[in-house]
């Protein structure tokens, strides 16, 4: 076999020219990469709550004492509403080097929900952001369960979300210039169909659809409205799960994370929510649940 007589003079040439984008685009890789570092140490503001004042319901316990702390290790200001005390909630924020104001609303009521948001405002000043956290669930088979489980459940997880949206955004859109942003808790159920939750799987179905209309209709006019679709988190609501062997087992073999979630967990990605750096998303629901829905 005969080469051709050019490669032994070429193919030098092409290898030296090739190390040579190499060596550049690994130098320009290590610039990137120093400068990314000193970006992530100097300039956080886009995940910043900084001067923001942010309502959070149902903040004594679980996902919304998670909320609420990772909302003032962001900079943020709690406002916290729930029907019972809030105290270890308020000493955890204080902790994280936040502030902590506690509201005591009847969340059934949706009417006393919106009429808290009102005074809230009123009394104390406009409130940046809403998280709609709140939620109640009632376990019968379908055949079983009865009308006031099925309401109680309904005022609690949608109605009063709605009415609380629809007051936050009236003051929002009252003061031209001003912005908003709303979280509201879904479920993974809102994308599931569960067993013996007939009224939570319906409610939560109906966050997810909420939370992409009013996305539709406000996304103009200054409020972004979000939600987080949690997994199974470590909170009081799962406790006769995880305590029991079988039924914990069975779950964690179907996360691809292989744990369960921790209220903090939907804390972070709702301070993301709430932060100027998803000014741009409107009407996503995320799912924060180890990979479950992916399965």
Excluded at 149 to 163: P, S
Aim: glycine fraction near 12%; hydrophobic fraction near 45%.
């Amino acid at each position: 076999m005969s080469w051709p007589g050019n490669w032994p003079i070429h193919l030098p040439r092409r290898r030296i020219a090739c190390e040579g984008a190499l060596s550049h685009a690994r130098s320009d890789r290590s610039y990137d990469r120093q400068q990314a570092k000193g970006l992530s140490l100097s300039d956080l503001s886009a995940f910043s709550l900084i001067g923001k004042r942010i309502l959070v319901t149902g903040a004594n316990t679980g996902i919304g004492q998670g909320i609420a702390v990772s909302i003032a290790r962001a900079g943020g200001l709690v406002v916290g509403v729930g029907r019972s005390a809030m105290d270890d909630t308020a000493g955890k924020v204080a902790a994280a080097g936040g502030n902590f104001e506690a509201v005591k609303a009847d969340l059934g009521d949706p009417a006393e929900a919106a009429a808290m948001l009102d005074r809230v405002w009123d009394e104390s000043g406009p409130i940046d952001g809403l998280v709609n956290n709140a939620g109640i669930i009632r376990r019968a088979d379908a055949v079983d369960l009865s009308e006031a489980d099925w309401d109680e459940v309904m005022d609690v997880n949608l109605k009063t979300v709605f009415r609380l949206c629809q007051t936050f955004a009236k003051r929002v859109l009252a003061e031209p210039g001003r912005r908003g942003k709303i979280v509201n808790i879904a479920s993974v159920l809102s994308f599931q169909g569960g067993i013996r939750v007939a009224s939570y799987t319906a409610s939560k179905h109906g966050v997810l659809g909420l939370t992409r209309l009013l996305a539709c209709e406000w996304a103009s006019k200054g409020i972004n409205v979000n939600g987080i679709a949690p997994g199974y988190i470590e909170t009081n609501n799962t406790e006769a799960l995880r305590a029991d062997p079988d039924r914990s087992a069975a779950i964690l073999g179907r996360i691809p994370a292989g744990r369960w979630g921790r209220p903090d967990d939907i804390g972070d990605a709702a301070v993301f929510l709430l932060a100027p750096a998803s000014d741009y998303m409107h009407g996503a629901v995320v799912p924060v649940d180890g990979g479950w829905l992916a399965r």
